[in-house]
């Protein structure tokens, strides 16, 4: 029966219903943990100093259907060393509907990489912890405010071009 009642609340979004976000895949693109100094970076004499990066890309798939990548970067390194570096890419395919065209963009890059990051932050804390370290245990990220962030940039380099 919540089979048949599910079918029905989809149709009801394609018709233009309430917002909806189906994940239909998730998977990693790229994983990479270096350690170049090993054995020496497993003890530094001093405290690394960690870099953290964060991208977020979405193309469309199909009709109502888009990939959103996360890439998460991070490195740790002293004065004398490079301790380690992880790259993950980490994408998700989506099925939105019910979503007004002009607030497709900011949902798609705010709300689906919301959702994925629990389990690329997942990922990153494996992948440090298997490589000797202790888990590398990612803050929360706002999305939303990465996304104006990036449209105050995008927007900041246009008025700056030569017209």
Known sequence: ??????????????????PGMSILAQYIKDLSF????????LQPQE???????VNVGAQPMGE????????????????????????????GLFRIVGVPQEHLHPFVL???PRMLFPFARNILAEASRNGGFPPLMLDPIDFAALYRQNAAQAQ???????N
């Not at 029966?1 to 979004?13: E, I, K, P, V, Y």
């Not at 405290?47 to 990066?53: A, E, S, V």
């Not at 900041?156 to 030569?162: C, F, L, M, N, R």
């Open 1 to 18: 029966m919540s089979d048949t009642n599910d079918a029905a609340a989809g149709q009801g979004n394609e018709a233009g219903g309430a």
């Open 34 to 41: 270096e350690n170049p100094n090993a054995p020496g970076s």
């Open 47 to 53: 405290q690394p100093k960690l870099d953290i990066n």
């Open 64 to 91: 109502n259907q888009f990939e959103v990548v996360l890439t998460l970067t991070a490195s740790a390194k002293t004065s004398a060393m490079t301790v380690f570096a992880i790259e993950l890419v980490y994408g």
């Open 110 to 112: 705010i709300e689906c």
């Open 156 to 162: 900041a380099s246009g008025e700056q071009k030569p």
